[in-house]
């Protein structure tokens, strides 16, 4: 482009620099060479400015400002740091002038050479630069460079900064989706059709995994409401901190779980939630993502929630553990407060691999429960690995939990112990699913402290175990399996082999010894041809002592609370589902019927039934043979909940519902730890739904 039609507006240009805060001597061209110390660093700006001048070749139609971020070096090499320009041809124009400046004397201090950092304005068209340093007349000559060479200047670095417009990334990220059974279902029919490489029993699920099936962007901009003001915008659609840069972008979210509601009979007025907490999240290119969510809270429930609370209370005078969630202190003189924070790390270097460094919870299934690990317990640290490739999703948490029995208290400090877990899907073909699972706890006992023999993350934990020594820790062998019919009916099971004697087994004497869990369960993906409506029966049994252990420091549990299903051992339980969802619209529908073998726990009758899963398996067992589920004081359990709602913003998942739970609890004999109930609990609240809260005990 000719010169003619260049003019060269540096009338508003400034070279900012920050050659180390010290620095007295700016970097020389030949032609400042003879420059007093007090006209060197004007000389200096004003070559640049000629420099770039004489040499920029706008690209065509372009018109626009134009900021670079560079330095001299201490050889006196020219380098640009940064451009902010908004032509992508302009900015490779911008570098390749900065790299052809010729190489000057460098900045010096104390008569050291050093490097010198500037920031550099110009506008195109271009104009001369020794234009605009001719005065007018009746003018004051202009100076074309403000000089702050010294410490006491700013950068403008910060100020510089282009922001692009959020487009939620967190779509295609490897970000997870916080498990919740309501925000699950709305895409639970799309990873489950007949031919899909997916697998299902793995959660939490993250973002990329699922927008391989299922649009979850597009499904909620299809929600979006039309609001003009910030405020409609943030309450109705919108994260309330949103900021994506180049390659990194992260969100900011107030979290509430706030509910009130009536509980009978009792003597206390109401129940009530008090939530309040923050959330961010975010990525920094498509390798890490990262996620932060810290509550605080405080509650009263329904009788029997509170007394399961506090019947898993820890030591050291907390009044309960809120299940699900953690240790509880008391809050004035009826209620509980009780924090809780959950973080990750996700570092995924290709499409096959990511690593994950956590404080949360995980679940393996394809059901509402899970006999091989639950995310109804209390977050717990964490560090995994998921393999993903050909037909296979490979799986290793290596985890580290806490008992918090006064028996394993020590100086105020609850005892530790490590579970290591494999868990391997396998898509056999377009309808069959089998997953393989293993795991082994161990304790700090002995001194053994983290067993190095279990990081290996192909390896059969079993016989691992057994070669440290069977005593010292408890392994599980797990199986999964789902069988799809169609794309809208699928069959899913797990069995849990905890232990077992294959004589014992033969002899059909129903040993104590044969300690097994199965799970078996149907789910109709928009039943009866009305979309979105899904229905689901699950069946449970386990035998008793399923999930204890000799030691009890190395049973199945973290907090007082099963890993596994959250009734622990010696229970059986059938439970039916409904959901149904339409735009922002939600309801749901479960009934559980149960019976549990419980102890009697009166000095006429003190022993372990196995339904405790916090007692040794060789504490006073009543018999060896003949062991059946149920046994002990049976009892009946049989549970309503019912929930509708309405999603106030799809991004942050806030929604505001009604809730109802019947339970009736009804044991063969009551005594003083076990009495007969029946509850009424009716609820309204406003809760962001980022993890699943259990009330069916």
Same mark, same amino acid.
């Given at each position: ?19 180390? !805060?010290?620095? &007295? ?58 451009i902010d320009c908004s032509d992508e041809k302009a900015t490779e124009e911008t570098k390749r002038v ?32 020794? %234009? ?35 487009? &939620? ?10 498990? !919740? ?19 299902? *029993? ?9 927008s391989n099936y299922y649009n979850m962007r597009e499904v909620n901009e299809k929600q979006m409401i ?30 509430? %779980? ?15 939630? =008090? ?15 990262? !996620? ?31 299940? #699900? ?28 691999? *990511? ?97 190095? !023999? ?29 069988? /799809? ?28 010894? =044969? ?52 009734? #622990? ?20 529908? /479960? ?26 398996? =060789? ?66 609240g406003i809760r962001t739904d980022i993890f699943n809260w259990y009330f069916d005990y």
């Amino acid at each position: 482009m000719k010169k003619a039609i260049l003019l060269f507006s540096l009338f508003g240009a400034i070279l900012y620099g920050n050659a180390q !805060s010290y620095s &007295q001597n700016p970097p020389l061209f030949p032609n400042c060479a003879t420059a007093s110390e007090q006209e060197a660093q004007s000389c200096f700006d004003r070559e640049v400015q000629r420099f770039v001048y004489q040499n920029y070749k706008a690209p065509e139609k372009f018109q626009g400002t134009i900021i670079v971020l560079f330095e001299v070096n201490d050889q006196g090499k020219f380098k640009p740091l940064y451009i902010d320009c908004s032509d992508e041809k302009a900015t490779e124009e911008t570098k390749r002038v900065f790299d052809a400046l010729p190489q000057v004397k460098p900045a010096t201090f104390s008569g050291k050479p050093t490097y010198a950092k500037y920031t550099l304005r110009f506008t195109v068209p271009l104009q001369n630069p020794d %234009d605009l340093a001719k005065p007018k007349e009746n003018e004051a000559p202009k100076t074309t460079a403000a000089t702050v060479f010294n410490k006491d200047v700013e950068l403008k670095e910060l100020d510089s900064m282009v922001y692009q417009k959020f487009s &939620q990334p967190q779509y295609e990220s490897r970000l997870n989706i916080p498990i !919740s059974h309501q925000m699950y279902s709305t895409f639970d029919w799309a990873l489950n059709k007949v031919g899909a490489n997916s697998h299902t *029993s793995s959660k939490p699920y993250s973002f990329s995994e699922v927008s391989n099936y299922y649009n979850m962007r597009e499904v909620n901009e299809k929600q979006m409401i039309a609001k003009k003001s910030w405020w409609g915008r943030k309450l109705w659609n919108e994260d309330l901190v949103a900021i994506q840069g180049d390659d990194y972008w992260f969100t900011l979210n107030p979290v509430f %779980d706030l509910q009130a509601g009536v509980n009978t009979p009792s003597k206390k007025e109401f129940t009530y939630v =008090n939530t309040r907490g923050i959330q961010i999240r975010g990525g920094l290119g498509k390798e890490v993502n990262f !996620s932060a969510t810290i509550f605080e809270s405080q509650g009263r429930f329904a009788d029997y929630f509170n007394n399961y609370a506090r019947s898993i209370a820890p030591s050291g005078g907390n009044p309960a553990t809120i299940p #699900g969630v953690g240790i509880a202190k008391d809050f004035k003189t009826d209620a509980f407060d009780f924090p809780m924070a959950e973080a990750y790390i996700n570092y995924a270097p290709g499409k096959h691999v *990511s690593f994950q460094l956590g404080h949360g919870r995980n679940f393996i299934g394809d059901g509402y429960r899970s006999l091989l690990l639950t995310d109804g317990v209390s977050p717990y640290p964490y560090f995994k690995i998921n393999t993903t490739f050909w037909k296979i999703k490979y799986t290793n948490l290596y985890t580290w939990m806490k008992d918090t029995r006064p028996e394993a208290t020590v100086d105020g400090t609850y005892a530790t112990k490590f579970v290591a877990s494999h868990y391997l899907s396998w898509n056999v073909n377009s309808r069959l699913n089998l997953g393989f699972f293993e795991s082994v706890v161990w304790s700090k006992q002995n001194d053994r402290g983290f067993d190095m !023999s279990f990081v290996n993350p192909i390896i059969f934990y079993r016989a691992v175990e057994f070669s440290s020594s069977s005593k010292s820790g408890n392994a599980l062998l797990g199986l999964t399996g789902k069988y /799809k019919f169609s794309n809208s009916i699928n069959l899913y099971g797990q069995f849990l082999l905890d232990e077992f004697s294959l004589g014992e087994m033969r002899s059909g004497k129903r040993s104590w010894k =044969n300690k097994f869990a199965y799970q078996m369960g149907l789910k109709y993906y928009n039943a009866f041809d009305v979309n979105n409506l899904t229905l689901q029966l699950e069946y449970n049994f386990i035998r008793p002592y399923v999930y204890s252990h000799s030691n009890v420091l190395t049973n199945y549990g973290n907090s007082n609370q099963s890993l596994g299903h959250q009734w #622990g051992g010696n229970t059986q339980e059938l439970i039916a589902i409904a959901r149904y969802v339409k735009g922002r619209y939600y309801a749901s529908a /479960k009934l559980h019927y149960g019976i549990r073998g419980l102890d009697y726990n009166t000095t006429d009758n003190n022993y372990n039934y196995g339904g405790n899963i916090y007692l040794s398996y =060789n504490n006073e067992r009543p018999f060896n043979e003949g062991v059946v589920v149920g046994q002990g004081n049976k009892t009946t359990i049989m549970i309503a909940d019912i929930q509708a709602g309405y999603t106030l913003n799809p991004t942050t998942n806030l929604k505001v519902f009604a809730n109802f739970i019947y339970r009736n609890f009804n044991p063969t004999t009551v005594t003083a730890a076990v009495a007969d109930s029946s509850t009424s609990w009716f609820t309204l609240g406003i809760r962001t739904d980022i993890f699943n809260w259990y009330f069916d005990y």
